[in-house]
């Protein structure tokens, strides 16, 4: 009996863990996001000049959400109940 049930067990793992595994390889990476909006952000850019700006795009360190808090509390000075909620939620968002 324990072999038939770790023989169901495997075949179910071995039926559904390809699907996962086709899944996980389509999700595109931090750095593949990160290449794709420093490309966008590079638009016309040729040569030399898109050589630094990439460098320096792809290694710009994103605000950590502490950082980004500070900021949008401070950008959000005078704002109040549903106004400051909805641009709270845009600047986090960014």
């Known amino acids: 009996m324990k072999k038939l049930i770790t023989v169901a067990a495997l075949s179910a793992f071995a039926f559904i863990a390809p699907a996962y595994a086709a899944d ?35 290694s710009a360190k994103k605000a950590s959400q502490q950082e980004k808090m500070k900021t949008c509390n401070k950008d959000a000075t005078g704002k109040k109940g549903d106004e400051r909620k909805a641009f709270m939620k845009e600047c986090l968002s960014k």
Do not use: H, I
């Not at 996980?24 to 750095?31: R, V, Y």
């Not at 490309?39 to 016309?44: H, M, P, Q, S, T």
């Not at 000049?49 to 792809?58: E, I």
């Open 24 to 58: 996980a390889a389509k999700a595109p990476t931090a750095q593949q996001n990160k290449m794709t909006e420093c490309n966008k952000e590079a638009g016309d850019k040729k040569g030399d000049d898109r050589k630094a700006f990439m460098k320096t795009c792809l």
